[in-house]
């Protein structure tokens, strides 16, 4: 039991409130109706076996993935220019789409080919194509008409690596590019992944280009691990590292896709180096998966409810402060939008 000592505590009275926030909000995927020019992950390529049509969440709308008899995945807008039909719903026939509901076909640039009772197929009828790549067993999809930069690959040549696919169960409550900013965040490094710099922060070292940057990472990780990372960035949805991780080489890339607003969906790859031991390379693979979910888990919770507002900064946040600039002029577009909602 415990006895209070006195009825009321004195009144405590705020000093120095501040009056206003600081910083400016920055822009919104989805805003004014745009979304950043980016390559966005939409499935793994384990999930879409030839025949087979995947129905997708992009960019707020809905999309359709498929992979016909030639083996490649295209990605095209759901809906059909006949009446509307999702085609989400229909079937892969050869390398056409077919749509469930009249059985009109569309073929790999989206363009009607057939209807399904032999009334000559109007050529104005087509999908939205976009671009469509698969790398290391992801398929990414450009919002736009024409790519701004091509997703790397690593500096291990394809012949000598093995890698595994991942694509996380839950979405983030978060922009795509909120998770790509703590890429630029160096004292996110430090203090969230415990990650010691043996070098003074690298802020003049970051390769910059057009499209995003790189730099590298000199730290002894948890448990004093020593890694030479090289981590970068690629537009506003791809975060891409390599190097040694104590006495192996690792690779990785995270992809965000953007289902719906407000939101985004990782994709990962992890690569290792092909040693010719399945067993050490398994090995590895559980090292290096630990240590993806574990930084994942570290970064979670703070995603999903940051308000991402950039306000006080400080000589830490120098390529942090470069990168909200970067995003702040990013193109942004929708052409898609009318044939995906
Ligand atoms: S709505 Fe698709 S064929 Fe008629
Ligand atoms: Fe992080």
């Given at each position: 039991m415990t006895q209070a000592t006195a009825t009321r505590s004195t009144i405590e009275l705020p000093q120095n409130n501040p009056t206003e926030r600081l910083g400016e909000l920055m822009p919104a995927e989805g805003e004014n109706g745009v979304f950043a020019e980016s390559w966005y992950p939409v499935?793994?390529?384990?999930?879409?076996?030839?025949g087979e049509l995947r129905s997708e969440t992009f960019l707020d709308g809905k999309i359709i993935v498929f992979r016909g008899e030639d083996g490649v995945a295209r990605a095209m807008s759901a809906?059909?220019?006949?009446?509307?039909?999702?085609?989400?719903?229909g079937a892969v026939v050869g390398n056409n789409v077919q749509c469930a509901f009249h059985r009109w076909e569309f073929d790999g640039d989206g363009v009607c080919a057939k209807t399904g009772i032999g009334?000559?197929?109007?050529?104005?009828?087509r999908l939205f194509k976009f671009p469509t790549q698969e790398v290391y067993g992801v398929v990414w999809v450009f919002n736009?008409?024409?790519?701004?930069?091509e997703i790397p690959s690593f500096e291990v040549p394809d012949d000598k690596i093995v890698y595994r696919t991942y694509r996380f169960p839950d979405y983030f409550n978060c922009d795509p590019w909120v998770f790509a900013a703590n890429t630029p965040d160096m004292q996110h490094f430090k203090v969230v992944h415990k990650t010691e710099f043996a070098?003074?922060?690298p802020h003049a070292g970051v390769d910059w280009d057009d499209w995003g940057f790189r730099y590298k990472v000199i730290a002894a990780h948890q448990q004093g691990i020593p890694i030479e990372w090289t981590v970068g960035i690629r537009g506003t949805t791809l975060f891409w590292q390599e190097g040694p991780y104590g006495d192996f080489w690792l690779g990785g890339m995270v992809g965000f896709g953007l289902p719906v607003v407000g939101k985004h969906e990782a994709f990962a790859i992890l690569a290792l180096e092909d040693v010719g031991d399945s067993k050490l390379i398994d090995e590895r693979f559980d090292i290096v998966e630990a240590l993806m979910h574990r930084t994942v888990g570290e970064d979670k919770d703070i995603l999903n409810t940051i308000h991402y507002r950039p306000g006080a900064l400080t000589k830490g946040d120098t390529t942090l402060s470069r990168y909200l600039d970067f995003l702040r002029s990013y193109p942004r577009s929708h052409i898609s939008g009318p044939f995906i909602k």
């Amino acid at each position: 039991m415990t006895q209070a000592t006195a009825t009321r505590s004195t009144i405590e009275l705020p000093q120095n409130n501040p009056t206003e926030r600081l910083g400016e909000l920055m822009p919104a995927e989805g805003e004014n109706g745009v979304f950043a020019e980016s390559w966005y992950p939409v499935c793994l390529s384990s999930e879409l076996k030839k025949g087979e049509l995947r129905s997708e969440t992009f960019l707020d709308g809905k999309i359709i993935v498929f992979r016909g008899e030639d083996g490649v995945a295209r990605a095209m807008s759901a809906y059909c220019p006949h009446l509307g039909a999702d085609l989400g719903v229909g079937a892969v026939v050869g390398n056409n789409v077919q749509c469930a509901f009249h059985r009109w076909e569309f073929d790999g640039d989206g363009v009607c080919a057939k209807t399904g009772i032999g009334d000559p197929a109007p050529k104005r009828a087509r999908l939205f194509k976009f671009p469509t790549q698969e790398v290391y067993g992801v398929v990414w999809v450009f919002n736009g008409e024409k790519p701004h930069w091509e997703i790397p690959s690593f500096e291990v040549p394809d012949d000598k690596i093995v890698y595994r696919t991942y694509r996380f169960p839950d979405y983030f409550n978060c922009d795509p590019w909120v998770f790509a900013a703590n890429t630029p965040d160096m004292q996110h490094f430090k203090v969230v992944h415990k990650t010691e710099f043996a070098t003074e922060d690298p802020h003049a070292g970051v390769d910059w280009d057009d499209w995003g940057f790189r730099y590298k990472v000199i730290a002894a990780h948890q448990q004093g691990i020593p890694i030479e990372w090289t981590v970068g960035i690629r537009g506003t949805t791809l975060f891409w590292q390599e190097g040694p991780y104590g006495d192996f080489w690792l690779g990785g890339m995270v992809g965000f896709g953007l289902p719906v607003v407000g939101k985004h969906e990782a994709f990962a790859i992890l690569a290792l180096e092909d040693v010719g031991d399945s067993k050490l390379i398994d090995e590895r693979f559980d090292i290096v998966e630990a240590l993806m979910h574990r930084t994942v888990g570290e970064d979670k919770d703070i995603l999903n409810t940051i308000h991402y507002r950039p306000g006080a900064l400080t000589k830490g946040d120098t390529t942090l402060s470069r990168y909200l600039d970067f995003l702040r002029s990013y193109p942004r577009s929708h052409i898609s939008g009318p044939f995906i909602k």
